[in-house]
């Protein structure tokens, strides 16, 4: 058969926008050589190849996790790096108290300098990228350059790259420039920037996760969220999942928490054995576009194509479906080895680890052995529950939006919001203990709006009035909820179960989208009593149930004063709408 005409064109002449800005960035970081990537599973199996004789990465147990490696990160770079992302707007007061800022120019003159020869000795990768099926109006393409070839290869599991991007690259015009050099990993010389207005981003000195692959929080998230504000959609930080009832019919819902909150398992959640013919599809584990449909319905699709998953915790029990994805062609980056070389990290019900993340030998006195933010990079093509509507050019329609934190008090286990404006509000009051995925501290508890504090690339006041503009605009908006799973006893045990119980908690919100489940109004928005919820089978006890469904005037009175406090430093640019939602909430809790 002859090859079609355009698998012929070379790579760099299918748009010479890109050939014109890889050039440029040839000249200034001056690498031994360029590397047009193409994609597929031939050029994957190369980079695994390299890397592997490099020593960069290690074969796994090939009886146990065939075609699976490991990646140790340099110590001192192992999560996103919040303190140094900046979002480089002409004004500051659009990127907002939520956002470090720094001026474009200076910006893009000190990166220079540091971009300036640092690819000398090595390969300058092009990877030509489409976040969002290749075929959506929706999906939006970018092109990453990096002298990284684990930040390459992590690039093609995690996007759809390669000639296939380049060629809608050339048809759209635009793309988002992603440039990203390790450097020397040195912390005094790390930077994330951001260039909303030219729809670029300049990452030096990390070669971890969000920090390096740029398609991830980058770009769809950051400069996406912009790009939605001026083009009437929302980039979000949200799971899609479908959850199918036994009579066949499927419902989405999207879901924003906090990273490392349990997004990829809620995902692929596995329904407990007494909720018997529910069946779950993933379409999405951490980031949703949502856009107005024609029909005044939100539709969503989920702009990667891979996970990049927090290892620690995942097991047979807590979620069979990721264990099970995980167990053939995925990348471990930072976790501990057993004795037999296979992977291991805390939460494993079997198996002991004999080197930590770092490759030492295993001593508790050092800490955990598997790094708290561990990962596990795999295609969602190895999800077994993967959705047959996760490719849909025009995405799946969302039924309802849950908003969600680690809370070990305050919130109850869930809740309805009023309506739509109510919702806003709602989501713009997360609150949630800090995890490993960011550099800092642990367990302390901050605003998280919507779950895009880190990621929204511009003011928090500005993007809560473009969620009321957005709502105004559907005739049938998705309800939305609250929940926290997270939630403890006063000796710190968790009162609810979480993982496949969740499902009771989904079901409820789509019985009340269908108008079939009851709920009780309150202070704060409508909450499930006990007998809402489909509890047959469900271990927790009557009181801890009453607990998890409470709340109280007292908690909740303080929790409106600290909203009202934390609102308050987006004064120039808050929507009145969302004072008046607070007072009505702080008036009826009297
Ligand atoms: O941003 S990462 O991709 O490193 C992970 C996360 O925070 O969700
Ligand atoms: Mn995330």
Same mark, same amino acid.
């Not at 393409?141 to 002298?147: A, K, L, M, Q």
């Not at 684990?150 to 790259?161: D, E, P």
């Given at each position: 058969m002859a090859t079609a005409a355009h698998m012929l064109t070379p790579l760099p002449q299918l748009s010479r926008a890109v050939a014109d800005w890889v050039n440029s960035?040839?000249?200034?970081?001056?690498?031994?050589?360029?590397?047009? &990537?193409?994609?597929?599973?031939?050029?994957?199996?190369?980079? $695994?190849?390299?890397?592997?004789?490099?020593?960069?990465?290690?074969?796994?147990?090939?009886?146990?996790?065939?075609? &699976?490696?490991?990646?140790?990160?340099?110590?001192?770079?192992?999560?996103?790096?919040?303190?140094?992302?900046?979002?480089?707007s002409r004004s500051q007061?659009?990127?907002g108290p939520n956002n470090h800022w720094m001026d474009p120019g200076k910006a893009h003159a000190m990166l220079r300098e540091f971009f300036r020869g640092s690819m000398r000795e090595r390969t300058m990768y092009v990877i030509p990228y489409c976040m969002g099926p290749l075929d959506s109006p929706f999906a939006r393409?970018?092109?990453?350059?990096?002298?990284s070839l684990?930040?390459?290869?992590?690039?093609?599991?995690?996007?759809?790259?390669g000639r296939g991007a380049l060629e809608r690259i050339a048809r759209d015009g635009g793309f988002v420039r992603g440039l990203h050099s390790i450097g020397e990993l040195d912390p005094e010389r790390r930077f994330i920037m951001h260039f909303p207005e030219e729809l670029s981003i300049e990452s030096y000195g990390s070669g971890y996760g969000g920090n390096a692959l740029l398609g991830k929080k980058c770009h769809a998230l950051r400069i996406a969220s912009w790009q939605a504000r001026t083009e009437g959609w929302l980039a979000e930080h949200m799971l899609i999942v479908g959850i199918e009832n036994p009579r066949g019919e499927t419902h989405y819902v999207a879901c924003a928490f906090p990273s490392a909150c349990g997004k990829t398992n809620l995902s692929m959640l596995v329904p407990p054995a007494s909720l018997?013919?529910?069946?779950?599809?993933?379409?999405?584990d951490d980031i949703a576009w949502l856009h107005p449909g024609?029909?005044?319905?939100?539709?969503?699709?989920?702009?990667?194509?891979? /996970?990049?998953?927090?290892?620690?915790? =995942?097991?047979?029990? $807590?979620?069979?479906?990721?264990?099970?994805?995980?167990?053939?062609?995925?990348?471990?980056?930072?976790?501990?080895?057993? %004795?037999?070389?296979?992977?291991?990290?805390?939460?494993?019900?079997?198996?002991?680890?004999?080197?930590?993340?770092?490759?030492? !030998?295993?001593?508790?006195?050092?800490?955990?052995?598997?790094?708290?933010?561990?990962?596990?990079?795999?295609?969602?093509?190895?999800?077994?529950?993967y959705s047959p509507h996760a490719e849909d050019a025009g995405g799946v329609p969302i039924s309802a939006l849950v908003f969600g934190g680690r809370r070990r008090e305050v919130a109850p286990l869930v809740y309805e919001a009023r309506d739509w404006k109510h919702g806003?509000?709602?989501?713009?009051?997360?609150?949630?203990?800090?995890?490993?995925?960011?550099?800092?501290?642990?367990?302390? =508890?901050?605003?998280? !709006?919507?779950?895009?504090?880190?990621?929204?690339? /511009?003011?928090?006041?500005? /993007?809560?009035?473009?969620?009321l503009d957005v709502g105004a605009r559907l005739a049938h908006a998705p309800r939305i909820y609250n929940v926290n799973w997270f939630r403890r006893d006063a000796?710190?045990?968790? #009162?609810? !179960?979480? /993982?496949?119980?969740? #499902?009771?908690?989904? $079901?409820?919100? #789509?019985?009340?989208?269908?108008?079939?489940? +009851?709920?009780?109004?309150? %202070?704060? +928005?409508?909450?499930p009593r006990p007998e809402d919820l489909n509890t047959a089978g469900l271990r927790t006890s009557p009181e801890a149930l009453a607990a998890l469904l409470s709340v109280d005037p007292a908690l909740w009175r303080k929790e409106v004063a600290d909203i009202r406090d934390y609102l308050g430093k987006f004064a120039e640019r808050l929507p009145a709408t969302l004072g008046a939602e607070l007072d009505i909430t702080e008036k009826r809790l009297g």
């Open positions: 960035v040839r000249e200034l970081t001056t690498p031994r050589a360029i590397h047009w &990537c193409e994609g597929g599973s031939s050029e994957m199996a190369d980079f $695994t190849a390299q890397l592997v004789r490099a020593g960069e990465l290690k074969p796994l147990n090939a009886r146990e996790f065939p075609g &699976c490696h490991l990646y140790r990160s340099n110590p001192n770079d192992v999560a996103r790096v919040e303190h140094l992302t900046y979002i480089c007061q659009d990127a393409c970018g092109v990453e350059i990096t002298d684990y930040v390459a290869l992590s690039m093609l599991i995690m996007t759809r790259a018997p013919g529910w069946r779950v599809h993933t379409v999405g024609a029909d005044g319905r939100l539709w969503a699709i989920n702009p990667e194509s891979g /996970y990049f998953g927090v290892a620690p915790g =995942t097991n047979p029990a $807590t979620n069979s479906n990721a264990y099970q994805m995980i167990r053939r062609d995925t990348l471990f980056t930072n976790v501990a080895l057993t %004795a037999d070389n296979q992977p291991w990290w805390e939460g494993l019900p079997g198996g002991k680890p004999v080197l930590d993340w770092q490759g030492r !030998p295993y001593d508790p006195a050092n800490g955990p052995a598997a790094h708290p933010n561990s990962r596990f990079t795999v295609s969602a093509k190895r999800n077994p529950i806003v509000l709602v989501g713009a009051s997360v609150a949630s203990e800090t995890t490993a995925a960011a550099v800092g501290q642990v367990g302390v =508890t901050r605003r998280d !709006p919507m779950a895009m504090q880190p990621f929204c690339g /511009y003011n928090f006041g500005d /993007y809560w009035q473009h969620w000796s710190g045990k968790f #009162l609810w !179960p979480g /993982y496949g119980e969740n #499902l009771r908690v989904l $079901t409820w919100m #789509l019985d009340r989208c269908s108008g079939k489940a +009851g709920a009780v109004e309150t %202070a704060i +928005g409508l909450l």
